[in-house]
């Protein structure tokens, strides 16, 4: 199992280069707003401009939508759902009742959903996590989930390993899943070795950090020293993503 | 020279085997008998330990009345079986497991006091034998700069010692890669920069050769050949044990059968056979090897 993620953060676009901490920054401040808008103009807009940063970055098209599209399959269900759910003034045909609101309602609930992800993808794929999680830190998000955080990734693709070894075992074996007793014992045995087996993992992860002076406060050593670029880049961001959306949705409508 | 032991200075109860091997000789001669380790007068053992025994929980023994004496500098191979107490043996060095019963002196610490065994680290590293276990930054440089981070050391110490260790393992150029993405040999030598960059006095090695190809055991042994440093290392790769270590512990059902010069013990094949283990092919019969063009065959020689 290979961090697909990681694969991106490794480019050379101005957002990968940018200092974490700006990025950080820019990237949540215009996600709790755009959670925040109540005109569902705003957060359309605003998920244009993070399709253009996403490409600006150097993430192709069919990435971005195999990411995003397991998203869009539950969006799907409440744009269908919702303008014909909600009342008020709309188009009536027969018992079925079209709703002006209910489709504002969707169209505000699934670009914040779109925008929100696509800000992640855009952190998340233009930093690496070392890089990252120092930004974190450095925003002063307490230690102790920034170092959560981190086994947690790290472990979890080790763990997700052993699960595919076991697997192929079983596969060698001519196991094949059933709907049957058999097939749920089989299963039932391999997540409670996978969870013993991580536990013991656990206990000599922690031993060898002991080994190597840990008391429980984590360390780094300080990464990129900011620069003019990252704070000019950031503020763009935040221009793009959410006051132009903002001033032209108040320009435009007057709201 | 090796020495039968008396009853009176065995370690632990049991009977004596003909092949166990244990100095009975003074404390200070020891070293001298074993391999290139000139001897150490005084109170010069980097490692002393002095009827040390261990017990899991559940109440099974691991360790029994280990008593060894380990000078500065000494390069010492623990071998022995499945099972037989090795990492064990170097979990309570290192001060993680504590042992119920004996005395325990690593680098003038004392691993069972909280107060000293967390000063240990500055003065003894462990690598494991999953370096998975020991690798858990996201690059490799952020993983060497665990340790002497967590010594409180200053930032630029910290990068000079990042730098040196990784010069040491030849790990330059990975220093910005996930230490996942590495190949089995690469994380060892990562995890023994994680360790190396703490600079300790004493390391202890358990099963550095597992999961390495001819390359990267070649490379490993280059590494430690070059160290400056008291070393245990365990292992079932006895060739290995040969090309970097004087002296042997053999160790079998927690308990030491054999302490001495590497080259005498591992050739002993009715000690090996009896505890597990086989004669070196290296010890077998004098090299080099008649070339296999040679159209005489070589004689089968013992």
Redesign the interface.
Known sequence: M??TL?DWATGNSPLHRMDSRWKLAAILTVAVAIVLADNWRIPVLACVSTGLWLRYAGLPWNWIGSRLGSLAAFLALLVTVLPFSVPGPGWTFGPIHFSFRGMELAALIAARAVTVSGLALLLLATT???RL?RGLVALRVPGLAVQLL??SL?YV??LGDEFFRVRLALRSRGYRHQFSAHSYRTTANVVGSLVVRSQE?AE??A?????????GKW????GQRARLSDTILASMVVCTVWLVPWFLSALCFGN | MLYLVPSSFQAGEGTVSRNQYVDSVPSSMITSMNGNTPAVPGNNWAIEVENMSFRWPEGSPALEAIRLRIAAGESVAVVGPNGAGKTTLF?CL?G?LVPQQGQIRVAGFDPRDPMQR?RM??K???V?A?S???L????V??DV???P???GLP?AE??RR?DKALRAVGLEQARDR?P??LSSGEKKRAALA??LA?EPEILLLDEPTIHLDPRGRRDLIAVLNRLQVTRLIASHDLEFQLQVCQRVLLLDQGRIVADGPIREILSDAELMEAHGLEVPHSLTHPHPHVPISSSQPEPPRL
């Open positions: 290979t961090l990681r690496p996590l070392d999680l981190s086994m790290r693709y080790l993992r000599r992860v031993q060898a950090m002991l080994c190597r002076g840990f008391t360390r780094w050593l300080p | 979990l290192a993680v967390r680290p500055e003894l590293g462990l494991f999953d998975d276990d020991q858990i930054h996201w690059t440089a952020d700069a665990f340790g981070l967590n010594l930032e910290v990068r990042v996930v996942f993405h994680g360790v703490m």
